[in-house]
Protein backbone atom coordinates (compact mmCIF):
# COMPACT_ATOMS: atom_id res chain seq x y z
CA UNK A 1 0.00 0.00 0.00
CA UNK A 2 1.46 3.35 -1.06
CA UNK A 3 1.75 6.05 1.64
CA UNK A 4 -1.02 8.89 1.50
CA UNK A 5 -0.31 11.89 2.61
CA UNK A 6 -2.80 14.19 5.49
CA UNK A 7 -4.20 17.19 3.23
CA UNK A 8 -3.35 19.63 5.94
CA UNK A 9 -0.16 20.59 6.83
CA UNK A 10 -0.05 20.07 10.88
CA UNK A 11 2.73 20.06 13.25
CA UNK A 12 4.78 16.39 14.14
CA UNK A 13 2.53 14.95 11.67
CA UNK A 14 3.86 11.35 11.31
CA UNK A 15 3.81 10.41 7.82
CA UNK A 16 7.37 10.23 7.53
CA UNK A 17 7.45 7.89 10.46
CA UNK A 18 4.32 5.63 9.43
CA UNK A 19 5.98 2.51 8.49
CA UNK A 20 7.44 2.59 12.35
CA UNK A 21 4.36 3.30 14.14
CA UNK A 22 2.33 0.37 12.25
CA UNK A 23 5.18 -2.23 13.30
CA UNK A 24 4.45 -1.39 16.58
CA UNK A 25 0.53 -1.19 16.79
CA UNK A 26 -1.54 -4.22 17.60
CA UNK A 27 -4.45 -5.62 15.89
CA UNK A 28 -7.83 -4.78 17.30
CA UNK A 29 -11.01 -3.90 15.80
CA UNK A 30 -11.02 -0.20 16.46
CA UNK A 31 -8.05 2.44 16.76
CA UNK A 32 -8.57 5.19 19.25
CA UNK A 33 -6.34 8.55 18.54
CA UNK A 34 -6.62 10.80 21.31
CA UNK A 35 -4.56 13.79 19.33
CA UNK A 36 -5.37 12.70 15.86
CA UNK A 37 -3.81 16.16 14.46
CA UNK A 38 -3.84 15.49 10.05
CA UNK A 39 -4.57 11.81 10.74
CA UNK A 40 -1.18 10.58 9.49
CA UNK A 41 -2.06 7.36 10.97
CA UNK A 42 -5.73 7.18 10.60
CA UNK A 43 -5.41 7.78 6.54
CA UNK A 44 -2.26 4.87 6.91
CA UNK A 45 -3.71 1.85 8.81
CA UNK A 46 -6.37 -0.37 7.96
CA UNK A 47 -8.85 -0.86 11.24
CA UNK A 48 -12.36 -1.68 10.99
CA UNK A 49 -13.42 1.49 13.07
CA UNK A 50 -11.78 4.96 14.12
CA UNK A 51 -12.40 7.06 17.04
CA UNK A 52 -10.81 10.09 16.08
CA UNK A 53 -9.96 13.29 19.02
CA UNK A 54 -8.56 15.95 19.15
CA UNK A 55 -9.03 19.56 21.43
CA UNK A 56 -9.04 21.64 19.14
CA UNK A 57 -12.14 22.42 17.59
CA UNK A 58 -11.38 24.14 14.55
CA UNK A 59 -9.47 20.90 13.11
CA UNK A 60 -12.58 18.49 14.22
CA UNK A 61 -15.43 20.45 12.57
CA UNK A 62 -13.24 20.87 9.33
CA UNK A 63 -13.12 17.05 9.45
CA UNK A 64 -17.05 16.51 10.38
CA UNK A 65 -17.91 18.59 7.22
CA UNK A 66 -16.15 17.07 4.60
CA UNK A 67 -17.13 13.58 6.31
CA UNK A 68 -20.70 14.36 5.56
CA UNK A 69 -20.27 16.59 2.38
CA UNK A 70 -17.72 15.28 0.58
CA UNK A 71 -17.60 16.45 -3.19
CA UNK A 72 -19.63 19.43 -2.49
CA UNK A 73 -17.69 21.04 0.20
CA UNK A 74 -14.11 20.47 -1.76
CA UNK A 75 -15.40 22.25 -4.38
CA UNK A 76 -16.34 25.07 -1.94
CA UNK A 77 -12.61 24.82 -0.45
CA UNK A 78 -11.24 24.96 -3.92
CA UNK A 79 -12.87 28.49 -4.70
CA UNK A 80 -10.62 30.16 -2.01
CA UNK A 81 -7.40 28.90 -3.45
CA UNK A 82 -7.43 31.86 -6.15
CA UNK A 83 -4.64 34.25 -7.25
CA UNK A 84 -6.16 36.93 -5.61
CA UNK A 85 -6.75 35.63 -2.43
CA UNK A 86 -2.66 34.83 -2.48
CA UNK A 87 -1.85 38.28 -1.61
CA UNK A 88 -0.68 39.70 1.98
CA UNK A 89 -3.70 41.94 2.47
CA UNK A 90 -6.52 39.31 1.08
CA UNK A 91 -4.62 36.66 3.37
CA UNK A 92 -5.30 38.63 6.46
CA UNK A 93 -9.13 39.84 5.65
CA UNK A 94 -9.93 36.01 4.91
CA UNK A 95 -8.06 35.15 8.80
CA UNK A 96 -10.30 38.04 10.48
CA UNK A 97 -13.18 36.59 8.19
CA UNK A 98 -12.61 33.11 10.18
CA UNK A 99 -12.08 34.46 13.79
CA UNK A 100 -15.34 36.35 13.54
CA UNK A 101 -17.73 34.08 11.66
CA UNK A 102 -19.99 31.75 13.11
CA UNK A 103 -20.67 29.56 9.70
CA UNK A 104 -19.16 26.37 10.85
CA UNK A 105 -18.57 25.42 6.88
CA UNK A 106 -16.99 28.73 5.67
CA UNK A 107 -14.90 28.52 8.80
CA UNK A 108 -14.12 25.08 7.90
CA UNK A 109 -12.90 25.65 4.27
CA UNK A 110 -10.86 28.79 5.72
CA UNK A 111 -8.75 26.70 8.32
CA UNK A 112 -7.21 25.16 5.14
CA UNK A 113 -6.92 28.15 3.27
CA UNK A 114 -5.25 29.23 6.22
CA UNK A 115 -3.27 26.71 7.15
CA UNK A 116 -2.12 26.36 3.26
CA UNK A 117 -0.51 30.12 2.71
CA UNK A 118 0.30 31.00 6.15
CA UNK A 119 3.98 30.94 7.63
CA UNK A 120 5.05 27.11 7.67
CA UNK A 121 1.81 25.47 7.70
CA UNK A 122 1.58 26.59 11.14
CA UNK A 123 -1.87 26.15 13.19
CA UNK A 124 -1.34 29.11 16.22
CA UNK A 125 -3.77 30.97 18.10
CA UNK A 126 -3.58 34.20 20.51
CA UNK A 127 -4.87 34.07 24.31
CA UNK A 128 -7.84 34.75 23.17
CA UNK A 129 -8.25 31.79 20.58
CA UNK A 130 -7.85 33.88 17.42
CA UNK A 131 -5.82 32.27 14.59
CA UNK A 132 -2.82 34.39 14.37
CA UNK A 133 -0.35 32.52 11.60
CA UNK A 134 1.38 35.47 9.30
CA UNK A 135 1.21 34.85 5.95
CA UNK A 136 3.73 32.63 4.18
CA UNK A 137 4.44 34.24 1.17
CA UNK A 138 4.27 30.97 -1.17
CA UNK A 139 4.27 31.15 -4.79
CA UNK A 140 1.06 28.68 -5.68
CA UNK A 141 0.18 27.05 -2.49
CA UNK A 142 -1.23 23.64 -2.97
CA UNK A 143 -4.73 22.57 -2.94
CA UNK A 144 -5.14 19.01 -1.73
CA UNK A 145 -7.84 17.79 -3.30
CA UNK A 146 -6.87 14.03 -3.99
CA UNK A 147 -6.21 13.68 -0.23
CA UNK A 148 -9.21 15.34 0.81
CA UNK A 149 -11.01 12.74 -1.29
CA UNK A 150 -9.58 9.71 0.58
CA UNK A 151 -9.92 11.51 3.87
CA UNK A 152 -13.67 11.61 2.87
CA UNK A 153 -13.93 8.22 1.50
CA UNK A 154 -12.05 7.02 4.64
CA UNK A 155 -13.83 8.83 7.12
CA UNK A 156 -16.72 6.68 6.64
CA UNK A 157 -15.60 4.48 9.60
CA UNK A 158 -15.03 7.01 11.73
CA UNK A 159 -16.36 9.08 14.78
CA UNK A 160 -14.84 12.35 15.49
CA UNK A 161 -14.58 13.87 19.07
CA UNK A 162 -13.26 17.27 20.01
CA UNK A 163 -12.68 16.52 23.74
CA UNK A 164 -9.57 16.16 26.12
CA UNK A 165 -7.34 12.99 25.62
CA UNK A 166 -7.94 12.18 29.31
CA UNK A 167 -11.68 11.83 28.18
CA UNK A 168 -10.99 10.05 25.00
CA UNK A 169 -9.13 7.77 26.98
CA UNK A 170 -11.38 6.60 29.89
CA UNK A 171 -13.82 5.06 27.31
CA UNK A 172 -11.72 3.22 25.69
CA UNK A 173 -13.71 0.02 25.01
CA UNK A 174 -11.73 -3.42 25.26
CA UNK A 175 -10.56 -4.82 21.75
CA UNK A 176 -9.54 -1.26 20.86
CA UNK A 177 -6.13 -0.37 20.25
CA UNK A 178 -4.97 3.36 21.04
CA UNK A 179 -2.37 5.75 19.23
CA UNK A 180 -1.37 8.64 21.53
CA UNK A 181 0.49 11.37 19.78
CA UNK A 182 0.36 14.64 21.99
CA UNK A 183 2.99 17.90 21.59
CA UNK A 184 6.00 16.44 22.93
CA UNK A 185 8.13 17.22 25.63
CA UNK A 186 10.08 19.95 25.58
CA UNK A 187 13.96 18.51 24.32
CA UNK A 188 15.25 21.16 27.10
CA UNK A 189 13.53 23.36 29.97
CA UNK A 190 14.06 26.38 27.36
CA UNK A 191 12.70 24.71 24.72
CA UNK A 192 8.85 25.22 26.44
CA UNK A 193 6.82 26.36 23.41
CA UNK A 194 4.38 23.46 23.27
CA UNK A 195 1.00 24.98 22.13
CA UNK A 196 -0.78 23.85 19.07
CA UNK A 197 -4.16 25.19 20.16
CA UNK A 198 -4.80 27.58 23.10
CA UNK A 199 -3.15 26.15 26.17
CA UNK A 200 0.14 24.39 26.66
CA UNK A 201 0.68 20.97 27.11
CA UNK A 202 2.10 20.43 31.01
CA UNK A 203 4.53 18.19 32.16
CA UNK A 204 1.37 17.20 34.17
CA UNK A 205 -0.12 16.15 31.03
CA UNK A 206 2.37 14.53 30.04
CA UNK A 207 2.48 12.31 32.95
CA UNK A 208 -1.39 12.00 33.30
CA UNK A 209 -0.95 10.15 29.78
CA UNK A 210 1.49 7.73 30.58
CA UNK A 211 -0.74 6.87 33.90
CA UNK A 212 -4.06 6.80 31.88
CA UNK A 213 -1.84 3.92 29.20
CA UNK A 214 -0.74 2.30 32.13
CA UNK A 215 -4.39 1.89 33.37
CA UNK A 216 -5.86 0.46 30.15
CA UNK A 217 -3.18 -2.19 29.49
CA UNK A 218 -3.45 -3.56 32.98
CA UNK A 219 -7.43 -3.76 31.62
CA UNK A 220 -6.09 -5.42 28.34
CA UNK A 221 -6.02 -2.40 25.83
CA UNK A 222 -2.60 -1.51 24.20
CA UNK A 223 -1.53 1.78 24.22
CA UNK A 224 1.47 3.44 22.14
CA UNK A 225 2.63 6.59 22.55
CA UNK A 226 5.18 8.81 20.57
CA UNK A 227 7.28 11.15 22.18
CA UNK A 228 10.50 12.89 22.35
CA UNK A 229 13.70 10.37 23.89
CA UNK A 230 14.26 12.28 26.87
CA UNK A 231 15.06 11.27 30.72
CA UNK A 232 11.43 13.02 31.82
CA UNK A 233 9.93 10.85 28.94
CA UNK A 234 12.15 7.36 29.98
CA UNK A 235 11.36 7.94 33.61
CA UNK A 236 7.36 8.63 32.63
CA UNK A 237 7.42 5.62 30.64
CA UNK A 238 8.21 2.54 33.02
CA UNK A 239 7.00 -0.43 32.39
CA UNK A 240 6.60 0.08 28.61
CA UNK A 241 8.37 -1.55 26.06
CA UNK A 242 10.34 0.98 23.95
CA UNK A 243 11.58 1.57 20.97
CA UNK A 244 13.96 4.69 20.39
CA UNK A 245 15.44 6.01 16.52
CA UNK A 246 16.47 9.68 14.89
CA UNK A 247 13.93 11.11 12.97
CA UNK A 248 14.46 14.46 10.60
CA UNK A 249 12.06 17.09 11.69
CA UNK A 250 10.52 19.94 8.92
CA UNK A 251 7.67 21.21 10.91
CA UNK A 252 8.87 21.26 14.19
CA UNK A 253 6.77 21.24 17.36
CA UNK A 254 9.09 23.67 18.61
CA UNK A 255 10.74 25.99 16.26
CA UNK A 256 14.61 25.81 17.87
CA UNK A 257 13.92 22.67 17.63
CA UNK A 258 14.37 21.80 13.77
CA UNK A 259 16.36 19.13 12.81
CA UNK A 260 17.87 15.67 13.99
CA UNK A 261 15.93 14.61 17.26
CA UNK A 262 16.03 11.32 18.90
CA UNK A 263 12.07 9.84 19.15
CA UNK A 264 10.32 7.06 21.16
CA UNK A 265 7.55 4.87 20.45
CA UNK A 266 6.25 2.81 23.62
CA UNK A 267 4.02 0.18 23.92
CA UNK A 268 1.91 -0.46 26.88
CA UNK A 269 0.93 -3.62 26.18
CA UNK A 270 -2.50 -4.67 26.91
CA UNK A 271 -1.64 -8.29 25.74
CA UNK A 272 -4.06 -8.70 23.12
CA UNK A 273 -1.37 -9.39 20.46
CA UNK A 274 0.23 -12.11 22.23
C1 LIG B 1 1.79 15.97 17.52
S1 LIG B 1 0.20 16.57 17.13
C2 LIG B 1 -0.53 15.11 16.46
C3 LIG B 1 -0.04 14.85 15.08
C4 LIG B 1 -0.76 13.69 14.35
N1 LIG B 1 -0.35 12.39 14.80
C5 LIG B 1 -0.53 13.79 12.86
O1 LIG B 1 -0.05 12.82 12.22
O2 LIG B 1 -0.80 14.85 12.30
C6 LIG B 1 -0.60 16.76 18.70
C7 LIG B 1 -2.09 17.06 18.67
O3 LIG B 1 -2.57 17.07 20.02
C8 LIG B 1 -3.64 18.01 20.13
N2 LIG B 1 -3.78 18.30 21.57
C9 LIG B 1 -3.04 19.13 22.36
N3 LIG B 1 -3.46 19.06 23.65
C10 LIG B 1 -4.48 18.15 23.69
C11 LIG B 1 -5.32 17.65 24.73
N4 LIG B 1 -5.18 18.06 26.00
N5 LIG B 1 -6.25 16.71 24.41
C12 LIG B 1 -6.41 16.31 23.12
N6 LIG B 1 -5.66 16.77 22.08
C13 LIG B 1 -4.70 17.67 22.36
C14 LIG B 1 -3.19 19.15 19.24
O4 LIG B 1 -4.30 19.93 18.82
C15 LIG B 1 -2.48 18.43 18.10
O5 LIG B 1 -3.33 18.19 17.00
Redesign the pocket.
Known amino acids: MSKIR?FLK?????YQIIERIKAVLPPGNCLIE????????FMNTDYERYIL????AD?INLYLVLQSEGEPFIDYCRSFFTDTNNREDRFYELRDVFNNTSDNRLKSALFIYLIRHDFNGLCRYNSKGGFNAPFGEYSKPYFPEKEMRLFHEKSQKAVFQV???RDVMRGAEPGSVLYC???YVPLSTTANFTS??SGG?TLE?QVDLANLARELAQKGISVVISNHATEFIFNAYQGAEIEKFDVQRYIS?DGDNRGKAGEVLALFNGGISA
Open positions: PWAGNKPFVGSGAVADNNLADFDPPYSFDC
